[in-house]
C-alpha cells in the first residue's frame, strides 16, 4: 500500500504533474487486477468452504467499512479521553 504523504518538488514545467498521473494510473491498474484476482479466489473459495461469512470478511468493501468505523471509534475514544468535542 502506498504512504498518501510524500514530497514532490522540482522546477516549472519538470514533469511532476505527469509523472504523478502515471504513478496514479499504474497503481489503479494494480489494484484492479488485484481485486479481480481476488474475486475469482475468493469464489472458488467460498464454495469449497461454504462459508459465506469467509468471503464477506475478506472482501475489499468489508476491510474498508472496517477502517472507517475503526477511525471514527477512534476518534470518540480521543475526545472521551482529553475532553475534546466534536468539531
Do not use: C, P
Not at 469464489?43 to 472496517?66: A, M, P, Y
Request: hydrophobic fraction near 35%.
Amino acid at each position: 500500500m502506498m504512504n498518501r504523504h510524500g514530497l514532490i518538488a522540482g522546477a516549472t514545467g519538470a514533469g511532476k504533474t505527469r509523472t504523478l498521473q502515471a504513478k496514479a494510473e499504474a497503481d489503479a491498474a494494480a489494484a484492479k487486477e488485484q481485486t479481480q484476482s481476488e474475486r475469482t479466489t475468493s469464489s472458488r473459495s467460498s464454495h469449497d468452504s461454504g462459508g459465506i461469512i469467509e468471503t464477506v470478511v475478506k472482501s475489499i468493501g468489508f476491510n474498508s467499512f472496517l477502517r472507517s468505523a475503526d477511525t471514527v471509534l477512534g476518534r470518540e475514544i480521543t475526545r472521551t479521553i482529553f475532553g475534546t468535542r466534536s468539531r
